[in-house]
């Protein structure tokens, strides 16, 4: 029904700068929040960044001041710009989506890698 696609991962230095996308496509009605999570080898997945349709954004401490989230609403597209990598950063990033086709779902992406390492 709602396919979400990740595009923007990859490898990185420390302290540089990555740009994740996702885009939403299908028979959407209208997406609600929009989110990030992330999952490091042998961790849980954790919440990175979450934003509402209206704009409203939280942030996990752990990347507060570093990464912005921001979403085009025309687009169904949800974008975490990162800034200042660091190697604990280092997970697979999923996007994850609160949408309405014929009812409430919640959909995740396939996920796409992030490695910052020198």
């Known amino acids: 029904q709602v396919q979400l696609v990740e595009s923007g991962g990859g490898l990185v230095q420390p302290g540089g700068s990555l740009r994740l996308s996702c885009a939403a496509s299908?028979?959407?009605?209208?997406?609600?929040?929009m989110g990030w999570y992330r999952q490091a080898p042998a961790k849980q997945r954790e919440l990175v960044a979450t934003?509402?349709?209206?704009?409203?954004?939280n942030v996990a401490d752990s990347v507060k001041g570093r990464f912005t989230i921001s979403r085009d609403n025309a687009k169904n597209t949800v974008y975490l710009q990162m800034s200042s990598l660091k190697p604990e950063d280092t997970a697979v990033y999923y996007c994850?989506?609160?949408?309405?086709?014929?009812?409430?779902?919640?959909?995740w992406g396939q996920g796409t890698r992030v490695t910052v390492s020198s």
């Open positions: 934003i509402t349709r209206a704009g409203i954004t």
């Open positions: 994850n989506a609160a949408a309405f086709t014929t009812s409430w779902g919640d959909y």
């Open positions: 299908g028979r959407i009605f209208v997406i609600n929040a």
